[in-house]
């Protein structure tokens, strides 16, 4: 497993591609491409939001705004089928895509699954997993592939909307210096829940809070409704915790040129304060907002846990601290 769930990377090569770094490079290449096409044109065009986000926005002729995110599901890397069943895996699998729409306060509408897996694979049970996740969130898969394949891999893009008229969809880059930032709900139940898995003699969980923390691992749900919300409440910018909070904090600030002070980390009952810092695959939902009191009461209103306040945005660029101190590293990021 190599997740920031799981431990380290894979070895390679000696001087292994950073993840982001071969995301900037490749982003480089398609909008080069994407030129060609609109000779003069802006790139992306304004109102578009391309690679670097959660999701992409892409404006259509009609003037509505349509989200498309993409999300891969590895055994050995995401998902270790020694914990998870096939029906965990295809559950997981459309809810991490999902979790990308949920963090630009979008709506689903329809997926597309590919599947490449090793013979002998139970297709049924990742399917009813997939299905139970489709139903819970009101999203219909309508296509996909399958392929033969050493690993089981599950490739999952998601299309989702945003309606007309509204707040617009949520990026990294709307949070200003002075914003409060908030979190959708307490950290670390993922990664304690596979530590729970990994104790010889655990078991399923020997009480309510291990059954709870395993389950958190096994099915994340997608905080589609508090995107939602937070998006028509006048939230400023938002980014799932998939890569564990002070990782994606920085993501976040970085992405808007903000630093960030923050001041409590929620740790979810039966974890660590170190894993709710630094374990990924939560999908709970880091929101900035200038207006918190309409925040806190438009959750209220749509009869949803509370957010929870972490701290502020400033004015320090670069700047990223916990109780005045730098944040501890963290944050996963594939090597390749």
């Known amino acids: 497993m190599q997740n920031p769930n799981s431990g380290g990377a894979s070895g390679g090569r000696a001087a292994p591609v950073d993840e982001f770094d071969a995301i900037d490079r490749l982003r480089d290449r398609f909008e080069a491409v994407a030129r060609l096409r609109a000779p003069g044109g802006q790139v992306p065009p304004v109102g578009d939001t391309w690679i670097g986000d959660d999701a992409?926005?892409?404006?259509?002729?009609s003037g509505e705004?349509?989200?498309?995110?993409t999300d891969l599901v590895v055994a050995g890397v995401?998902?270790?089928?020694?914990f998870c069943s096939p029906e965990d895996i295809g559950y997981k699998s459309l809810m991490v895509a999902l979790s990308d729409l949920a963090a630009m306060g979008a709506r689903p509408e329809y997926a597309l699954v590919s599947v490449a897996a090793p013979p002998g694979t139970d297709l049924d049970r990742l399917g009813a997993g997939l299905a139970e996740a489709a139903g819970e969130t009101n999203c219909v898969v309508v296509g996909g592939d399958l392929a033969s394949s050493g690993v089981l891999v599950l490739s999952t893009a998601v299309f989702g909307l945003a309606e007309r008229g509204g707040h617009p969809p949520l990026l990294r880059t709307g949070a200003r210096a002075g914003h409060?930032?908030?979190?959708?709900?307490?950290?670390g139940r993922s990664a304690a829940g596979l530590r729970l898995l990994r104790a010889p003699g655990t078991g399923e969980g020997s009480s309510s809070t291990e059954t709870d923390l395993i389950r958190a691992h096994r099915r994340p749900a997608a905080r589609l409704a508090e995107g939602e919300t937070a998006r028509r409440a006048g939230a400023s910018a938002a980014i799932d915790v998939s890569d564990g909070l002070v990782g994606d904090v920085m993501h976040l600030a970085e992405s808007s040129g903000v630093g960030v002070a923050l001041e409590s980390v929620p740790v979810a009952v039966g974890a660590t304060r170190q894993e709710a810092l630094g374990g990924g695959e939560e999908y709970e939902l880091v929101l900035s907002t200038g207006a918190p009191d309409d925040l806190v009461a438009a959750f209220r209103s749509a009869d949803l846990a509370p957010p929870l306040a972490i701290g502020w945005c400033t004015d320090r660029p670069g700047r990223h601290t916990l109780d005045g101190e730098p944040l501890p590293p963290g944050g996963w990021r594939h090597r390749f």
């Open 65 to 69: 705004q349509v989200l498309l995110a």
């Open 56 to 61: 992409a926005v892409v404006g259509l002729p």
């Open 180 to 187: 409060r930032l908030f979190v959708t709900g307490p950290l």
């Open 78 to 82: 995401h998902v270790d089928p020694e």
